[in-house]
């Protein structure tokens, strides 16, 4: 889980978040066939990322 968490965050700053000049709120979420499902929202202002919330995850049979 750490490293899918992970993952996004370094892909939100590859896709230029540090050009965002206002808030916004990017909603993330993976789905493993078979296997989980995970998804959560990133809240970032003025190029940072403020929060991470709304997290929410399952397993799927």
């Not at 370094?10 to 989980?36: C, Q």
């Not at 998804?39 to 991470?52: G, P, R």
């Amino acid at each position: 889980m750490k490293r899918i968490f992970l993952g996004f965050l370094v892909m939100f700053e590859l896709m230029g978040v540090n050009n965002v000049s206002a808030s916004s709120i990017y909603k993330v979420a993976h789905t493993t066939r078979g296997s989980w499902h995970a998804s959560y929202e990133v809240v970032v202002s003025h190029s940072q990322i403020k929060s991470v919330k709304k997290v929410k995850y399952r397993a799927i049979y």
